[in-house]
């Protein structure tokens, strides 16, 4: 016999949907999982039933592929406006996300990171001469990692200079983007009847994805009259390599869509890591100590970094896989039912979709030691 799931008592129709608020979805999320000791909650949303998860065991169930899969649907529908049928957004049915990934595969290799590595080095050069340009100022350090990041993606993969940090403004891409990643929250919140009947929403909404659409469709124009042949990186590899598998190669459209998803997807949640990564630091000044212990150690002096250095760090990269765990920039990932399965004692039908929360799952005493501590889980950096 099935065991039970619970979860908070909604209202007729509208179920648990209006419980829950518009400012802080997540923190209310996870306050909930927090109530319920099974590691598993539902609610009703609009006539959907919605699993969510934060125990560890369930979640390494519900990230099993051969019974759950990842679908396109709600927030990340709406993301296809302007991602189409990029890695992240393509459906599991598209082959085109089989022919991309395999494609792209060789530009994440040890070597290719090596190769960009001057890049990288480059753009966080620029940013350390931008802070020193404004000493004893405020910065606003979200929007400077959010310029680095840009900027070392699309230098490294796409040969593109965004220049962002020889500006005050964000530049219009990254605004664009903004807007356009704010309109598609807002209309996950919406009736599509309600979405419909804003006609000015709806004009910006377009002309902002025109926008980041043409600085990519330039992007690629110009690669392609350079006739620059072997870069090896992502562009390149789009534009140049077929799948080893099937021999098919990207249309135009699709590397569009490839290139506006690295940009976007590849630069956000990575700003946001570092953004919360110097946060911590600044709130745990033990593990900064350590930080600035091992950079002495490694890189005395103005000595420059060089990739084998970065490769010997062993505290940073533990302050960053500690960021992850407590302030993961993704709140959380859903999944859907392919078939009838279960989660643990619970069945679960279907075509049911399930909601893996990070921050309850990431703090849970089944998986950590004192996992509210920065620096003391249990792979800590105190130890």
Partial sequence: MSATIDGPKGLPVFGNTLQIPKHSPNAYLSELAKQYDDGIFQLELLGRTVLFVSDPDLATEACDESRFYKPIERVLAIVRDFSGDGLFTAR?????????????????????????????????????????????????????????????????????????????????????????????????????????????QEAAYRADIALMQDLVDDVIRRRRESGAKGSGDLLGLMLEAADPKTGER???????????????????????????????????????????????????????????????????????????????????????????????????????????????LHSHPKAWERPKEFGRSTRGLDT
């Fill in 92 to 200: 599991e049915d598209e082959p085109v996300w089989g022919h991309a990934h395999r494609i792209l595969m060789p530009a994440f290799s040890q070597r290719s990171m090596k190769a960009y590595f001057p890049q990288m080095l480059e753009i966080s050069e620029q940013l350390i001469a931008s802070w020193e340009q404004r000493q004893g100022e405020d910065l606003n350090v979200a929007e400077d990692m959010t310029r680095l990041t840009l900027d070392v993606i699309s230098l490294t993969g796409f040969d593109y200079r965004f220049n962002s940090f020889q500006s005050p403004e964000l530049h219009p891409f990254l605004q664009a983007m903004g807007r356009t990643l704010t309109e598609a929250m807002l209309r996950n919140r919406q009736l599509p009847q309600i979405t419909k009947l804003k006609k000015k």
């Fill in 250 to 360: 990207l249309s135009d459209e699709n590397i569009r869509n490839q290139v506006l998803t690295f940009l976007i997807a590849g630069h956000e949640t990575t700003s946001g890591l570092l953004s919360f990564a110097l946060y911590n630091l600044l709130r745990n000044p033990h593990v900064l100590a350590q930080a600035y212990a091992e950079v002495d150690r490694l890189l005395p002096g103005d000595t420059a970094p060089t990739y084998e250095t970065i490769m010997k760090l062993d505290v940073i990269p533990r302050i960053l896989d500690e960021t992850l765990r407590i302030w993961s920039p993704i709140p959380a990932f859903g999944v859907k039912a392919r078939h009838d399965t279960t989660l643990g004692p619970f069945d679960v039908p279907a075509g049911r979709n399930v909601v893996i929360l990070l921050e309850p």
